[in-house]
């Protein structure tokens, strides 16, 4: 959710940081991996709580 997210807020730089994530593949540890793909290792109750708001801002776009 965090990588569509930021995918949905600017396309290209969403897209890259994704693309410099899995190029890393299993070279380095999972946290560092979302690091590049500009997302956040947090599962956190804020963190979740904002996917959530987002999930459903994108949900109520849908039903427009």
Known sequence: ???YR???EDSMN????YIKGLS???SKPLPEVW???GIKFDFSE???REL???VQKELAELKD
């Open 6 to 8: 930021n995918y949905k």
């Open 46 to 48: 804020k963190v979740i």
């Open 24 to 26: 890393l593949g299993s």
């Open 1 to 3: 959710l965090q990588v």
């Open 14 to 17: 969403g897209l890259n940081s």
């Open 52 to 54: 959530m708001q987002f």
């Open 35 to 37: 690091n590049e793909m």
